[in-house]
């Protein structure tokens, strides 16, 4: 498989297929539509066969109408219930918004800030790519789509081989490193979930080596993720995502930290929104790894004080420690 095609992730493809069905006022084949838009496009040239690319079209049709993107189905005039050459197409009428929407200006500005996660571009140079595959295939194409074209950056490079890995129903293969762990043990997991918590990403599944249901810690998996050939009932994907968030859930009401934050800091700006309560002696903000919230808690330098458990007190102030002392290496 080339490497486009494995660094295409799925949601990049629902993207580009709402992207092509928005830019033609006629609609496009199913034929059209696999050959054309990128995602499909790269899936055939790599060797997929037909009848899975249009199960893969199947599934993202679904996909994107449980979203609320309404694809509408365009059968053949003489007779409309013969589908053999249906084009589809989203109208724009129905998806754009509707004229008596106002924003105000704090929603704006709260717009704009979120716009930083997309590109300069309306569309991603793959999505635009195949806009021109289907001009020169005569198909006009409507006035150009701002906005479909996500450019979110993921520090974690195993996100998207998790995410392939979870819609394909394989078993991966990676290296993890515990907390207050330096070494690193291979683990053989069915992933059955990815999920965002606390502003970290998590892949929750089913560890075959430990024989258990475990939740991993993306940053803590130093090499690369294996997708293995063999796999797993796609029905254990279903309500992983919310087992995930409970189990965390569960284990950060069992640790919580008390802080001493200085005021108009970013450690406050940051903290004060996890906080359960707050008084004299300090904020309240539960965590769920130890090492990961003593790493951020440093980080803030003399912003912060942790007041209790002495146990983080302690991995703070032994990061800060080995600060100052790389520092004075660097200046002997």
Avoid at 155 to 177: C, K, M, N, T
Wanted: proline share 5%; aromatic share 6%; hydrophobic share 40%.
């Amino acid at each position: 498989m080339s490497t486009e095609a494995i660094r295409s992730a799925p949601e990049e493809r629902l993207v580009n297929l709402v992207v092509a069905l928005l830019a033609t006022e006629q609609g496009l084949t199913k034929d059209t539509i696999l050959s054309s838009v990128s995602g499909y496009r790269e899936q055939g040239a790599a060797g997929a066969s037909k009848d899975a690319l249009e199960k893969m079209f199947e599934r993202d049709k679904d996909s994107l109408r449980s979203l609320g993107v309404p694809i509408e189905t365009i059968g053949d005039y003489a007779d409309p219930d013969d589908l053999r050459e249906a084009r589809y197409r989203v109208p724009t009428s129905e998806y754009s918004l509707p004229v008596d929407i106002d924003f105000t200006p704090a929603e704006i500005a709260v717009l704009n800030l979120a716009s930083g996660v997309w590109g300069e571009s309306s569309m991603s140079a793959s999505a635009r790519s195949g806009l021109r595959k289907i001009q020169a295939l005569g198909i006009e194409v409507d006035a150009p789509i701002i906005g479909y074209a996500p450019r979110i950056s993921l520090r974690e490079p195993s996100f998207a081989p998790l995410q392939r890995a979870i819609e394909q129903g394989r078993v991966v293969e990676f290296d993890y490193i515990k907390g207050g762990s330096d070494a690193a043990h291979r683990r053989r997991v069915q992933p059955w979930a990815l999920v965002e918590y606390d502003g970290r990403w998590h892949v929750y599944g089913f560890d075959l080596l430990q024989d258990a249901e475990r939740t991993f810690l993306l940053s803590r998996i130093p090499s690369d993720v294996v997708v293995t050939r063999a796999s797993f009932d796609l029905s254990l994907r279903e309500g992983a995502g919310e087992k995930a968030i409970a189990g965390l859930d569960a284990v950060a009401a069992r640790q919580q930290a008390r802080l001493q934050v200085e005021p108009g800091t970013e450690a406050l700006l940051r903290l004060h929104r996890r906080a359960l309560s707050e008084d004299e002696t300090g904020c309240l903000v539960p965590y769920v790894d130890a090492q990961v919230f003593a790493d951020e808690l440093a980080s803030y330098g003399p912003e912060v004080r942790v007041i209790d458990p002495p146990y983080l007190a302690e991995l703070v102030a032994s990061r800060l420690r080995r600060a100052r002392d790389l520092h004075a290496e660097v200046g002997a």
